[in-house]
């Protein structure tokens, strides 16, 4: 049997290759019987499946149910491809064990995924992935077929989003969204997110125009990553018919992403930025700030600002996730797209900062590019770039060896302030710009970060990381 490893969020592989039914059988049986050894006072010994719009997803999921079933667990399995957000949210609202979500989120068509999600409605702890892997095998499979355990009330299929989506009602100003009449386009990436504001946003003033609604397992030839390279043909169509935002959402919407009216991308670093403005300035909110490793330095600086905590982790929700847990937490980022919210589930949820994004844009009543422009104007310019690369798995631990031992004297023009090399090896300057080298916890790809003043100089800094991957 071919060896089944968690990764940055869940269990990802090549479908037919190693995303197997044998395996995916395996690893729900390692699962029950984590659940199973290891109950939670206050829950009920009851699991949430769901799954997204890949290839053979709703029949990975429909089997992850029969296995739970067959270890004593009721499950509530979705009819229908669903927001990752929205299994978490049903798991805590039940006060379930647990969830799994089956998606490989952003990753290529070809990649499935086996997401574990614990009883607080948040990704689970690396301890707990770790103790499902020591599991794998222990036991015999053990499965109730879909359709006894529905005659039995085992098992209730049902669509879960409504309930999803009268929670995130609740923590934004829905009336003055409602009335807003934004004109807004959402870019779906052919992901479960279609269709969600058009449901949420029924009956209002506003204007929602979907783009790659249909459901393509292929993805109409892109990754499903709220990222520039993936946005060319909704961006033409904004040119066309102009718009006053689009938003973007990934292949199982708990990451957001976002263009300007007209086509011009955005970072997810500007709109993570703009909700911290938009919490701490409208909202009068107040809480510690929690951001991955990877995202914007213009954090730091409004956090420094504003007077708020902050508090950086490794990259991976799930260690945003843990912070939230303890309490006291105003934003949780990362830079993927990833946010979290309070008063909500430990979760990065796209749907929900999609919506809090057209509650900044009802309040301030002016464009997205003006509040990014007040924002540079008081914070400085911060500008970003990423290459991701192929790079032998078996080199990855020699090279990060070698960046933390030989580090730049300096980034650009400015010296070296800071190594940082609790996950991958990320270089500081001293005029705030930096270099991050690091692995996917999810595919044999090297990650190379950089954020500098201006475009250019972001650019040349990846190409310095790029040739640092030469030197071993």
């Known amino acids: 049997m071919s060896q089944v490893k968690f990764g940055t969020d869940g269990w990802r592989a090549v479908i037919s290759e190693d995303f197997t039914f044998a395996n995916v059988e395996r690893v729900a049986q390692a699962t029950a019987d984590f659940w199973n050894a290891n109950p939670v006072a206050g829950t009920e010994k009851k699991a949430v499946v769901g799954y997204d719009r ?82 794998l095998d222990k036991n015999p499979v053990r499965a109730v077929s879909l359709a006894a355990s529905v005659k039995t009330k085992q098992v209730a299929i049902r669509d879960i989003r409504p309930a999803h989506y009268a929670a995130v009602k609740k923590l934004v100003d829905f009336k003055l969204i409602a009335r807003s009449k934004l004109r807004f386009a959402h870019e779906a990436l052919f992901g479960v997110g279609a269709g969600c504001f058009d449901a949420l946003l029924a009956g209002t003033s506003c204007r929602v125009t979907t783009l790659n609604a249909a459901h393509d397992p292929n993805f109409g030839g892109i990754n499903p990553e709220p990222i520039e390279k993936n946005y060319a043909a909704s961006a033409a169509f904004l040119k066309r018919r102009p718009h006053d935002v689009c938003l973007v959402t990934d292949g199982d919407a708990d990451r957001v992403g976002a263009m300007d009216g007209r086509g011009r991308a955005l970072s997810t670093h500007q709109l993570i930025c703009l909700l911290l403005h938009h919490f701490v300035i409208n909202r009068r909110a107040t809480g510690r700030v929690v951001k991955a490793l990877t995202t914007t330095s213009m954090l730091d600086k409004m956090c420094a600002e504003f007077g708020l905590p902050l508090v950086e982790t490794g990259v991976g929700f799930k260690y945003v996730c843990a912070e939230m847990i303890r309490g006291g937490v105003l934003l949780g980022a990362e830079e993927s797209g990833g946010i979290g919210f309070p008063g909500h589930i430990p979760e990065r949820d796209g749907i929900l900062a999609g919506l809090m994004l ?46 933390k031992k030989n580090p730049p004297a300096k980034l650009l023009r400015s010296p070296l302030a800071d190594v940082k090399s609790y996950d991958g090896v990320k270089f500081i300057a001293q005029d705030g710009s930096w270099l991050m080298l690091r692995g996917s916890g999810t595919e044999p790809i090297l990650r190379i970060y950089a954020e500098a003043k201006s475009d250019a100089e972001a650019e040349k800094l990846v190409r310095l990381g790029v040739r640092l991957t030469t030197q071993v």
């Open 54 to 135: 890949r290839f053979l997803s709703d029949q990975f999921a429909a089997r992850t149910a029969e296995i739970l079933t067959g270890n004593g667990f009721q499950v509530t399995l979705t009819s229908v491809p669903t927001p990752t957000p929205a299994v978490s949210f049903l798991v805590k609202q039940q006060r379930a064990i647990g969830g799994v979500m089956i998606t490989a989120s952003h990753n290529p068509p070809i990649f499935n995924g086996f997401k574990l999600k614990a009883y607080y409605g948040g990704s689970a702890e690396p301890a707990m992935c770790q103790a499902v892997e020591k599991l």
């Open 358 to 403: 057209l509650e900044l844009l009802a309040t301030e009543l002016c464009s997205i590019n003006e509040l990014i422009a007040r924002l540079e104007k008081k914070f400085g310019p911060h500008r970003y770039a990423r290459a991701d690369s192929h790079f032998p798995l078996e080199k990855r631990a020699t090279l990060m060896e070698f960046c």
